[in-house]
Structures are given as C-alpha cells and as structure tokens.
C-alpha cells in the first residue's frame, strides 16, 4: 500500500488497525498479510487501490485542433505528440478536434472498457459557449430530452455558468457519449455551440491544467474511478 501511494507505512498500517482496508472483500487485521500486487484487489474505505505497478493513468488537457488518437495517418497533430511518457498509453473517448479538455490516457483495458461503455454511465460534464439571450426553461427542455436524428438525448445538469453580454457560458453533464452529442443537442434546442471543453469525466476535473499540458492521477482519484464503474 505504501509503495501504491496510499502513505507512509505507518500510516498503512494505522489504517489496517483501524479496520479501513479489505484484501479480495475480506478486512484484513494483520500488518503481516500477504498479497500478490497482479492478482489480489485492496480497498482502503471502500476505495480500489492499483498496486500492479506496470499500470499508468493520467489525464490531458487536449487542445483544440488535435485530433483525440494516438497517431494520425493524414499527419494532424495528435494526443501523442503531448504525451512524454515511455509507457504504451491508450485514449479512454474522444473529443471532436475542435473540442478542448479532459480526456483519460492508460494502459489499463479494464478500467478504460468499462469507463466508455453505456452500460456504466459515466457523466462528462462540458463547458460550452453559446449566444444568448437564453430562456428560463432552457435547462428544463434538456432535462427532459430533446429527439435527435440518432434517438432521444438529455441532460443531467444544466446550468449558466457565466453571461457577458450575449456571450453565454453553460454548464452540462451528460451520462451518454454519443459522436458529438452536446453540439447536437444544443444545436438542436436553437443555441449552436461556439466553443465548447470537457472539464469533467466521472469524478475526475480537469482544474487549472493548461492545454497540451498532462499529469498523472493521484491514488484517491484512480480509485474513484474504479468505484464509478464498480471495480
């Protein structure tokens, strides 16, 4: 657990007293126990902890105008060419080339399988800006769904983030990640989306990282992930 980043080995070990830490579901007691790193799963308060030491998870900041891969076959700028890191990485989604922000970079295939199938719903939440004025109901009309060519779609949360003028910043989080689903949408309702950044994938935020910029996760966020998607 130490090497894993949880703390310092006393503070492992204060947490294993206190009955905070299970090894494959079971509390375990013994500062002594045994585990295989590859095969047994820890929890500490409930909290996956990723002791493979092989495994990578880092977030990046995908500027505008990069397309979301690992390598183009046409030359564009790609996700590799902002990744320093030897590991072999792989993108978890994507965002449409003219769309910034959060986007998940490992090498673990569970994890990442599970974070971009339907069937977990994961919510992603955006920052789009749009040309006011907006109607009251606005946010309503989303929550309750909008017929797309593709099905039904519908937001979570909706909010005004923040107005200048008719320059209008919303805040919306989806559960679905549909091939550019909230310029749909919002095209849908009358308001084209002008530009528009994931600021948020499941409990993972983007915060104050730069464009082009990336960082590693911390223990607490890999196994925040892991809990959203039932690991």
Known sequence: MADAGVGSRRHCEELIGEGRVTVNGKKVFRFGERVDPQSDVIHVDGRRVETRAEMRYYLIN???????????????????????VPERLFHV???????????????????????????????KTYLAEIHGPIPRDLGRTLKRGVEL???????????????????????????????????????????????LARVEFGPIKLGLLRPGNMRALTVKEIGELYKAVGL
Do not use: C
């Open 149 to 195: 060519e593709d099905g039904m779609a519908k937001a979570d949360r909706f909010r005004i983030f923040d107005q200048v003028g008719r320059r209008v910043l919303v805040e919306i989080t989806l559960h679905e990640g549909r091939k550019h689903i909230v310029r749909r949408l919002l095209k849908e309702v009358g308001f084209p989306v002008q530009q």
């Open 93 to 123: 989604g994507r965002l449409d080339t003219d769309t910034e922000g959060l986007i998940l970079l490992t090498n673990d295939g569970e994890l990442a399988h599970r974070l971009m199938h339907p069937s977990y719903g994961v919510a």
């Open 62 to 84: 995908k500027p505008r105008g990069v397309v979301s891969t690992m390598a183009d076959e046409r030359g564009r700028k790609s996700l590799a060419d902002y990744v320093e």
